[in-house]
């Protein structure tokens, strides 16, 4: 029987405890943690920065020297292991192998009829559970053994705690951390190599013209690689968080109360996908395979927008919504 996600701000219909997409989030935030995000923490904890490699701090004289300590990435750089370290406890005492184990004869009983190992003996049975052994304890160790019981976390009753501190945890240390400038993904080379298409991913800084492609060496404009990537979006249909970001990158801003009223009024159309249709493109349907139909009132999943439906509504005279108003 389908029920829902547990995370209150989901509510997406579910056979586990953690839908697919909150597992997906969490999933995330955890390879990051795994990868890289671990190792960067300890160095704006320590007041190093692996871009740099300069220490913070000075030393003045033979007796003070300057804490390169940073309290508040200290205390994150602490939080977040310990709250992984739960959760691992957590996930192992409730999935850890038990059985009993008689204190006289060391008869083992995992199941059926209890026996003795000697027929004559009394002894008390006493239950034994299996240790968690010798795990890599760092944080990034946490990490991995987290994203190795998927299973476990997705079915977990407090699969809501689990997600809400994990990535809380993961939050507050992205905000400490040493970070270059943000890069924009501007989309796939595409670029033509004897017949086969450039896979390489393109970024851009905010404040670059150009682009070169690190794998061939195609010179792309920043601002030509927006233009497609946004004309790509709009023909998608998608869900409204993922709706407010997509037109954000026309200049305009958007509220979840706003598409509401909008879809009120009869200005948008929300649509479902269609799972049972098998055919042709049709009208409603975009050109990467969503079968989309129009949603109607009994239908229970979140709704879908076409993002050019909802450009074309911002834009309009009746409403006026540029971020630099």
């Given amino acids: 029987m389908t029920s829902t996600c547990v995370i209150a701000s989901c509510q997406r219909p579910s056979e586990t405890t953690m839908c697919l997409a909150c597992w997906t989030q969490l999933r995330g935030a955890l390879t990051d943690v795994a990868d890289w995000l671990a190792e960067d923490l300890e160095l704006t904890r320590t007041g190093r920065t692996k871009f740099t490699g300069a220490p913070i701090g000075r030393v003045k004289g033979w007796s003070e020297r300057a804490l390169p300590i940073r309290p508040a990435a200290a205390a994150i750089a602490d939080q977040l292991p310990t709250v992984l370290y739960s ?3 957590e996930l192992w005492d409730m999935h850890a192998a038990r059985w009993l184990a008689c204190e006289t004869c060391d008869a083992q009983w995992f199941g059926g009829e209890q026996q003795h190992a000697v027929p004559e003996c009394t002894g008390r049975w006493d239950l034994r559970v299996e240790q968690l052994g010798d795990i890599d304890t760092t944080t990034a160790g946490l990490a991995r053994w987290l994203l190795g019981h998927t299973t476990w976390i997705r079915t977990h009753p407090a699969a809501e705690d689990l997600h809400g501190q994990v990535i809380n945890a993961y939050r507050a240390a992205m ?5 270059p400038p943000a890069r924009e993904y501007i989309g796939m080379c595409s670029a033509e190599l004897e017949g086969q298409l450039c896979e390489v991913d393109l970024f851009a800084s ?3 013209d150009s682009v070169s492609c ?10 030509d690689r927006r233009a497609w990537l946004s004309d790509a979006v709009d023909h998608q249909y998608l869900p409204p968080a993922l709706v407010i970001a997509a037109v954000a990158r026309h200049g305009y801003r958007l509220t979840m109360s706003m598409l509401r009223n909008y879809r009120a009024r009869g200005r948008l159309t929300a649509y479902v996908v269609d799972p049972e249709f098998i055919g042709p493109l049709r009208e409603q349907d975009d050109r990467y395979g969503w079968r989309v139909r129009p949603m109607v009132e009994q239908d229970y999943p979140s709704p879908l927008y076409l993002v050019a439906d909802v450009v074309d509504v911002l834009n309009s005279k009746h409403r006026r919504t540029r971020l630099d108003k």
């Fill in 175 to 179: 905000k400490v951390i040493d970070r």
């Fill in 87 to 89: 959760w691992v406890r």
């Fill in 206 to 208: 905010e404040d670059q």
């Fill in 214 to 223: 690190r794998g061939c060496g195609a010179n792309w404009s920043v601002r």
